[in-house]
């Protein structure tokens, strides 16, 4: 990551940038990142360990606890390194915390966004292999990338007062997993709408075809609603009662809208407050809407086979408490003692 912020002068890339998980056999390119981006930093006291790093160590860490990085036209322009957070104990359960490391934008590529990309990317992959939380230490000398860490929706931790020149930082990651067939994703919608209440705003993503109208019949099935719910593509929101006392099931289609503004006029805060509101093809426009909601990726295997990898991600206090994880995988809650209430319930999906 540069030092200062990124000029918005850059010239345009050649190539898109590959975003993709890197192995063992990329570490030659990775620690040449490394080496570039750190040095690329004014001094620092302490200084940085990052010129440290060989092509060995960081197949080690490639190898241990994996990494993602971007390509451009064959070129690594950026890279994450994951490596798990606390000991041994610590990194079983349902509340892993992966760490970041090195993370780093070749210079020859700052002002393009790539960071952005690779924490995007790097959180995805986080997810996917089971880790609930990410932490990563800033240097309090470059507050334009605390700035950035906080943009990208990281929060401080208390500090290290043997070390007060660190900031550490973490985020909450979506809870993943593959969903195999379109009935297992409609079983998925059940189980969100067990919690699911009035007044949530749920914003599906996804390609075509990818399952976020499947996904809604299911919720609607949880809630109670009589009318089979379909895609409202063409007429941009269907409503649908509960026949069991729950709540309105809003369903919306943002795939034609230009924006907020287009969606506002389709006055959805008049039913908001007592009903779940969801609007598929709305990031980027229904986030708006309501200061908390719950956002659903749902993601192609890169082979277009049937298996999806969705992501839940609760953003705002409402979702502070609800735990995810419970509700894709189907496992029951801890108690206190960290213990399962049951045992007999399916896996992974």
Known sequence: MPPTTEPSSAEPLAAEPHLRVAGPSDAAGVVEVIHAAFGARPPLDPPSTAGDETTATVRDSLASGGGVLAEIDGRVAGVILVA????????????????????????????????????????????????RRVELVARREFPELLRFWQRCGYHTLPGDPERPQDIRLTK??????????????????????AVLRAGDLVVASGDLGAGKTTLTQGIGDGLGVAEPVISPTFVLSRVHPSTTGGPTLVHVDAYRLGGLDELEDMD????????????EWGRGAAEGLAEHRLEIDILRSEDGSEPRLVLLRGVGDRWLDVDLGVVMHDRPPRTSSGVETRTDGPGRS
């Open 268 to 279: 959805l805060d008049a039913t908001l407050a007592e009903s779940v509101t969801v609007v």
């Open 84 to 131: 798990p957070v606390g000991t041994a104990a610590d990194r079983v359960g349902a509340d892993r915390v992966a760490g970041w490391r090195r993370v780093s934008v070749h210079p020859d590529f700052w002002g393009h966004g790539i960071g952005t990309g690779l924490v995007a990317a790097a959180e995805e992959f986080a997810a996917e292999q089971g880790y």
């Open 172 to 193: 909450q990651l979506p809870a993943a997993g593959w969903v195999p067939t379109a009935a297992a994703m409609h079983d998925l919608g059940r189980r969100l709408a």
